[in-house]
């Protein structure tokens, strides 16, 4: 596996991870994590890297804690696009906002983190 | 550098899209994003994550398969916590709506549109009238007032312990967080139930209506005190109005021409139904008590089924959420269940205004006070209003006119004492002592306990006033002003020769001579129905009963047979009516005619009195009046004949049906005709069933009524009193659950239809494998 490949496994894991140890409950505490991510050291980082881990991250969650098939249909309707269309937008919207702030973080402060991991 | 700041911008500019409060959306951020979004609704089992310590004792509430719980606890106050906490994790959403409308803070969450809404509230200052009657209430009662506060901690415990992405999905798509509650909420919910019940716009629409009249013997003719068929609940009673008023008691009503006014259609009305039956009438020899309440079927439903255990004592019955008292229910020694009392208790004043803040009564100036009101609302700036305040009530702008309101919800009452007493009572005159402290909105209980006592208590505020009082007061003189009296236990009847006793928001008396008490008592066809079917039977049962709670024969079908015999000349029609008895089951074709026949002509009849008669006379007097006559006169003194008026609603109901279901009358069913819409309280129609076919209409014991049928029995209690303790049947519209995609949210709807019930179980203590779940709130001692 390319080490870029493995970086991004962990950092979705670890993005996960820290959901679910904080049990994120909170817009804030969401954005914090985001910005958190942009730190995430990646040798030769690329601009897709980023929203792969969150990608990765979004689906680990619906994974493990399946969206209610109900909840979606009714939400589909009432918004109103289809079930899966609320997943899609679900998925959408939080990628791009953990990339977009992530990238910024690592636009801003990235270099030191690759400074202190020595990378 | 340069990617730096355009990074940022974006992500700036990003996430104000996502988090900005754009008007009548919700923040995408917030219902989108997958850690605060509502994928992670869960159903009927998302109890909050962790259970909150009850600082008053360790309760278990046990869920059963219907999701009802029950409640084991060691105090009131433990139990109150518990319950608290239930009835937010099934209700949370339906409280918050209660509470938002008393307080006029709906336009803070749903926007504009509310707005016209809230002002009707905000007049009536609510939040500061309730703070001093909790400060009244905690001095007079302190117990109670404890209990109360242990359930609202209960309350407030389950938000706190709910998070955002976990809340009800109606929190998602307004986008607010839910509210606590305090003691005060109790008042909130008995002023909401007071709106329901016991506010009247009627006075309005007949002042409008006497001025379209040349004469007052036609406005007697077509509004008469009482209708033709009363059956009084209290038969041996007269009411005299003269023992409770002053003399000089007599305001002057006027005739107020007013625009863009709503005709009130007085043959829509809703209403409940309750009766008793002694044991000398049952088969057993034991009372059998029976109550349904007819109010709006929303989802979800009104009520809410709860058992309570306290050191081994219980009760168990139906709530309204927000509050831990059983309002219609049982306990080992004691039955009851409630109708509404039906009383004119709004009156509107014309006043004399001298300039913005004066205006004259019995000759002297007074000055309004006023109060400025700031009314949020949802994504726009808030709206500001100046109420002023008049000895005859508020004042606010009705179809055009300005006008003062006095309503009966604004004076003080204490429920909790009445409900509390009722829980505990032993006996009949036991439960007649706790009712004395029921004041608002005035009902009609009954009651049966186990020694086999019955009785019939009206109880709460009553406005008798002369017969002339109907309509818009002017309110130049103080004598205007008619007093609220409390009843106490002048309206009683206990264990009566004839061997029940029933209400179904009927005339409490039938004394033409005597007080004008209101105009709105429901047309007379379910009482008298009720009672024909309990003076017939003399070995009644549980089943009769069942059968009598669905009963759909219309009374009306006696009362027009005879006219459409003598005129109907339509041979189709008369053939297709021949041998109709005057039920209306789902697959009657020939109730389908009926019914269009009889709406069709009270319509004509109507116009004919006046095209734009701002108040409809009961449809019962009008049927009563073609009976008696072959021509009748309109509000100018003209008389029109009546037989053509027949026969254009017999040949009109025909082409009606034959175009809307085809030539087949077969086909007429009147379940595809007749279909009720069962509504979301926030009127989502995603989270509303599709119409259902229901049988019945207004007239029907087993009633379906309101504009889309969107009312009927919101629950229907069955309870025999043994000498073992209640045996009880329940069933409640919609389930016990608010949350819309949890099993209970629509699992009774089927057995409503079918007035079939569940047998309630009242297990003392927590048996294995009875309950579906238990959640233990621990105590932190």
């Known amino acids: ?119 | 550098m340069i990617k730096k700041i355009l990074l940022t911008l974006i992500t700036g500019a990003w996430l104000w899209l996502l988090f900005y409060p754009w008007s009548g959306i919700p923040r995408l951020g917030k219902l989108f994003i997958i850690t605060t979004s509502a994928l992670k609704i869960g159903g009927v089992d998302d109890y909050a994550e962790t259970w909150p310590k009850n600082p008053f004792g360790e309760s278990t509430i046990a869920y059963d398969s219907l999701g009802v719980p029950h409640i084991f606890a060691p105090t009131e106050e433990a139990a109150a916590f518990a319950i608290g906490w239930a009835q937010a994790n099934d209700r949370l959403f339906q409280v918050e709506m209660m509470q938002r409308t008393v307080l006029g803070k709906l336009s803070e969450v749903a926007g504009e549109r509310a707005l016209n809404r809230d002002l009707f509230w905000r007049k009536f200052r609510f939040e500061k009238l309730a703070t001093e009657w909790e400060n009244q209430f905690k001095l007079e009662a302190p117990i109670t007032y404890q209990q109360f506060e242990a359930f609202c901690a209960g309350y407030n415990a389950y938000i706190a312990n709910m998070p955002f992405e976990k809340l009800p999905i109606e929190f998602h798509l307004l986008d607010f967080k839910p509210s606590k509650i305090s003691p005060q909420t109790m008042y909130f919910l008995v002023r909401y139930m007071a709106y329901t019940l016991a506010h009247d716009p009627v006075d309005i629409a007949f002042s409008a209506t006497k001025a379209l009249s040349a004469s007052d013997s036609l406005i007697q003719l077509y509004f008469p005190h009482s209708g033709p068929s009363v059956v009084p609940l209290f038969p041996e009673k007269e009411f005299d109005f003269k023992a409770l008023l002053s003399p000089t008691n007599f305001g002057n009503t006027l005739s107020t021409p007013l625009s863009n006014l709503e005709p009130i259609q007085d043959y829509k009305q809703l209403g409940s139904n309750n009766w008793v039956v002694h044991g000398k009438k049952t088969k057993n020899g034991y009372p059998i008590l029976c109550n349904d309440t007819h109010l709006e079927i929303a989802y979800p439903g009104t009520w809410y089924e709860m058992h309570i255990v306290v050191n081994n004592t219980y009760r168990h019955g139906l709530a309204i959420a927000g509050s831990p008292y059983i309002v219609s229910g049982f306990n080992k020694h004691l039955s009851w269940g409630m109708t509404n009392a039906t009383w004119d208790l709004t009156d509107y004043y014309v006043l004399d205004w001298k300039d913005n803040n004066t205006y004259f009564v019995d000759g002297k100036p007074l000055v309004a006070a006023s109060f400025t009101d700031t009314i949020a609302i949802k994504g726009q700036k808030p709206y500001v209003k100046t109420w002023q305040e008049s000895i005859f009530g508020p004042l606010d702008s009705i179809n055009g006119q300005y006008l003062a309101t006095r309503w009966v919800g604004v004076l003080p009452s204490f429920e909790a004492k009445a409900f509390e007493g009722l829980a505990k009572a032993q006996s009949v005159q036991e439960a007649q002592k706790a009712l004395e402290h029921f004041w608002l909105p005035a009902q009609n209980f009954v009651l049966a306990d186990i020694k086999g006592n019955i009785a019939l208590t009206t109880a709460g505020y009553a406005q008798p006033k002369p017969l002339f009082a109907r309509g818009i007061k002017n309110g130049n003189t103080q004598n205007a002003l008619y007093p609220y009296i409390l009843l106490q236990s002048q309206l009683q009847s206990n264990n009566p020769e004839k061997g029940f006793l029933f209400s179904a928001n009927a005339n409490q008396v039938d004394a033409p001579n005597s007080a004008y008490l209101g105009y709105r008592f429901a047309p007379s066809h379910r009482s008298r129905r009720i009672n024909q079917v309990l003076l017939a039977n003399n070995q009644i049962t549980e089943l009769d009963m069942a059968r009598l709670h669905a009963d759909v024969l219309d009374l009306d079908w006696e009362n027009l047979k005879p006219i459409i015999e003598k005129h109907i000349q339509n041979p189709k029609f008369n053939t297709i009516l021949q041998g109709f008895d005057g039920n209306f089951n789902l697959e009657n074709h020939q109730a389908t005619l009926f019914y269009q026949f009889k709406e069709r002509l009270l319509a004509l009849l109507i116009k004919e009195i006046h095209p734009a008669l701002p108040l409809w006379p009961l449809d019962e007097v009008m049927y009563d009046l073609c009976k008696k006559n072959d021509s009748l006169p309109n509000l100018k003194g003209n008389l029109f004949a009546l037989s053509p008026l027949f026969n254009q609603a017999a040949d009109s109901s025909l082409a009606f049906l034959e175009q809307k279901f085809g030539p087949n009358h077969k086909q007429w069913l009147w379940g595809k005709y007749h279909q009720s819409k069962f509504m979301h309280i926030a009127q989502i129609p995603q989270l509303s069933p599709p119409p259902i076919q229901t049988p019945g209409n207004q007239r029907t014991v087993n009633v379906s009524s309101g504009k889309d049928n969107t009312h009927g029995p919101a629950m229907r209690t069955l309870i025999s009193m043994l000498p073992q303790g209640a045996q009880a049947q329940i069933v409640i519209t919609g389930g016990q659950s608010g949350r819309f995609n949890s099993p209970n949210y629509n699992n009774q709807m089927k057995d409503w239809l079918q007035v079939q019930y569940h047998q309630v179980q009242l297990p003392q203590n927590i048996e294995e494998g009875y309950f579906k779940k238990q959640i233990t709130l621990t105590s932190p001692h």
């Open chain 1, 1 to 119: 596996m390319k080490p870029e490949l493995k970086f991004i496994f962990a950092g979705s894991i670890l993005l996960i991870l820290v959901h679910a140890l904080l049990n994120v409950t909170q817009t804030a505490t969401f954005l914090g994590l985001s910005a958190i991510a942009g730190l995430i050291p990646i040798p030769a980082r690329k601009w897709w890297h980023l929203p792969a881990i969150a990608c990765l991250a979004c689906l680990i969650t619906l994974a493990l804690r399946p969206a209610d098939q109900l909840v979606l249909d009714t939400l589909g309707s009432i918004i109103p696009i289809n079930s899966a269309g609320v997943l899609a937008m679900s998925v959408f919207i939080t990628v791009i906002t953990i990339s977009l702030i992530a990238e910024t973080t690592n636009a801003w402060f990235g270099g030191l983190t690759q400074k202190l991991f020595r990378f």
